[in-house]
């Protein structure tokens, strides 16, 4: 069984300025690809990033970056030039070969003003 | 685009009511998913189902049974609530065994059991 560890329960960042949110797994598959998710107050969930465990380059989508160290299975996730609009929970995912998601427990980020 | 639509988003039920959860996709998604989510806690599988007329157990089954009669569509039913049932509720639907395609998830909703 899987399982994804995101050490940080809050994390705040100034308006503009760089953030890091940290995510670790544990998992005797291969192949596999993890994901993080952003949940703001509004309660969905909406895709932000996905890296597969088989690509060297880390993903990146606009002002977000990851950082994935498959020995390591660390997988963090980069947020620049912090905008009030990315306040919310963030979760980091792995999903298996067989669709099923696993979630870390979450990060509370808050951007300040 | 509706996408995935819940219903009802909120419903409040006593200890032992009984009740269904509908989750409807128009994306013409094989798989399916129901999960829960605690407050401060990520979100954990209850059921999904991998085709119309199939389901199976995911991490957190007990209490709860599903019905995937019609591949649009996925029912979550409490038989017998309990507090300990309280939480949101999500439903997802996806491709099949395309473990890069992400779940699309429903708004959510929150169920108190008194």
């Known amino acids: 069984a899987q399982t994804v560890t995101q050490s940080q329960p809050e994390m705040s960042v100034q308006e503009a300025e760089t953030v890091t949110l940290s995510c670790t797994y544990d998992t005797s598959e291969n192949n596999y690809y993890l994901f993080w998710y952003k949940q703001p107050p509004s309660r969905q969930m909406i895709l932000v990033i996905r890296q597969e465990a088989y690509k060297q380059q880390n993903a990146t989508e606009n002002r977000f970056s990851v950082n994935f160290q498959k020995a390591a299975k660390s997988f963090s996730l980069k947020i620049s030039d912090s905008q009030l609009g990315d306040t919310a929970m963030y979760f980091c995912a792995f999903n298996n070969a067989g669709n099923m998601l696993t979630f870390g427990g979450g990060t509370r980020l808050m951007v300040k003003p | 685009n509706a996408g995935v639509t819940q219903t009802p988003k909120f419903r409040v039920l006593k200890t032992g009511q009984s009740m269904t959860l509908l989750c409807a996709q128009d994306m013409n998604h094989e798989y399916m998913y129901w999960y829960r989510q605690d407050p401060g806690m990520g979100l954990r599988l209850i059921h999904y189902?991998?085709?119309?007329?199939?389901?199976a157990k995911g991490e957190v089954p007990d209490g709860y049974n599903v019905s995937r009669l019609k591949k649009q569509n996925f029912l979550l039913g409490l038989e017998s609530a309990a507090p300990s049932q309280t939480s949101v509720y999500f439903c997802?639907?996806?491709?099949?065994?395309?473990?890069?395609?992400?779940?699309?998830f429903g708004d959510g909703t929150r169920l108190s059991i008194l």
């Open positions: 189902s991998v085709g119309e007329g199939t389901t």
């Open positions: 997802a639907s996806s491709y099949p065994g395309h473990y890069d395609q992400p779940q699309h």
